[in-house]
């Protein structure tokens, strides 16, 4: 069923709105009964308080994962019987999507139409895609000397700590503990503080679909809790989306402490190349501006960097411009909106500075550049693109996280694979040709850990990796490769 506007405005004055922890299967307060706002960035309204978990509570979630790991109820369950009951979660992510979207879209701006079809039916998918494979994935009889039996077998690797970021909180947090709670672990979600509340909205959904106490736990705070997660001895594994700033301090607190191990799906900034012999540049223009502009451009595969040929530039120019009103911001409770409001004022302020910046160094206007809707105190900016003069500038380089696309233009395709690959990051790239054989040459030559051809952000099916080459991370989420992550592998030898 689809809401109107003013139905979804209506049932956001009535929602009751969970703030507390969730610890050992109950909710609670933090263990200091300090609290956070959090708050509304469309209308600068304060949504709830949220506990922040002291160092006390780390602790204690650590013990009760421990206790829940070691005592078997979990990871000592058939996988079958685990299957049920993460399908059982997973149904009721689905029964509670308007609930779970609405309280995704006020946390943090995205459009509801976005939360209803991509958000919360996805974290759904991807629990039960997870519930799904376990009881089809076994482990290894290695070919070794007759007198033994060689078995290869994955195990837990134990208590998971996954730090989700605010930019698809569902959704990244169900691509941390889908696999990892379907391989048997006991996972601890820290949300950001920008965007707590979906994930301690699930923490009661996951006890009601009948996971057990110390299984799924959910810490909301800040920085400081995700680093105590980090450097904690009685932590695992650590899995992390975020910044590559963060990514390498967690790596460090890691290695500070216990060696856990590390996952990190970190910043991008991907090149989006368009040939003279695109097939479709109409087609090629409306998916760049998706590519950017979608959730605001808060998207860590967003297509930040366009490389046109230059023999072409003009007539995608002309098409893109048409493509981005498509985006114009506009109340995120709007099922209509194209773009809702930027997350907060700490990144609203910085993306504004990025296109000061653009301007400063020399880029040229081709749509945007300004801040909108001011008089609804939201956090809402407009579908902005640069032309720019050559791929060094500042807003070419640096991920800015926000609905700000740079164009560079190109002569050659060497020229465009050079420019495309010329930063520290490598999460996504896309290339647009009709030559079957370009487009295989070029994909090969991408250094991204996910190419599209004529397309872009493609793939919301569960069995493709996701994860970057180079300074975007290591490991992958999705698929049964995502698995790999929250295993450690036995060799066991028997003699006979
Ligand atoms: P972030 O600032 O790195 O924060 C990510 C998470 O880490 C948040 O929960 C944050 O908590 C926590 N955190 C902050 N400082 C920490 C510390 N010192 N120790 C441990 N945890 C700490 O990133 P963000 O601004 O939320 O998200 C945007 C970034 O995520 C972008 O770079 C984007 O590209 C990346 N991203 C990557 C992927 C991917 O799959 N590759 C997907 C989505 C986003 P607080 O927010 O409460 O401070
Ligand atoms: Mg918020």
Redesign the pocket.
Known sequence: MSRTHAEWQQLAATLGIEGRLFIDGEYAHAHDSRTFNCINPATGDKLAEVAWSAAADVDAAVAAARRAFESGVWSGLPPLKRGKILKRFAALIRQHRDELALLETLDMGKPIGDSTTVDVPGAAYCVEWFAEAIDKVGGEVAPVDPKLVGLVTREPVGVVAA??????PIL?AS?KFGPALAAGNAVIV???????LTAIRLAGLAKQAGIPDGIFQVL???????????LHMGVDCIA????????K??AG?AAQSNLKRVW?????KSPNIILEDCPDLARAARTAAGAIYYNMG?????GSRVLVQRSIKERFLEEFRKAAQRYYPADPLDPAAGMGAI?DQI?FDKVLSYIDQGRGEGATLICGGQATQVESKGYFIEPTAFDCPHPDLTICRE?I?GPVLSVITFDSIDEAVRIANDTEYG?AAAVWTANVSTAHQVSRRLRAGTVWVNCYDEGGDMNLP???FKQ??NGR?KSLHALEKYTELKSTLIKL
């Open positions: 730090v989700v970021p605010w930019n698809f990244m691509w820290k949300p950001s503080e920008k965007s707590p909301p705070g800040g920085g400081d809790v995700g680093k105590l997660l980090a992390f989306t975020g910044s590559t700033a963060v990514g301090l967690i607190y990190l799906e970190l910043g991008g808060e998207m860590c595969t967003a997350v990144q991920e996280f999460l996701f994860g970057g975007s991370g989420d």
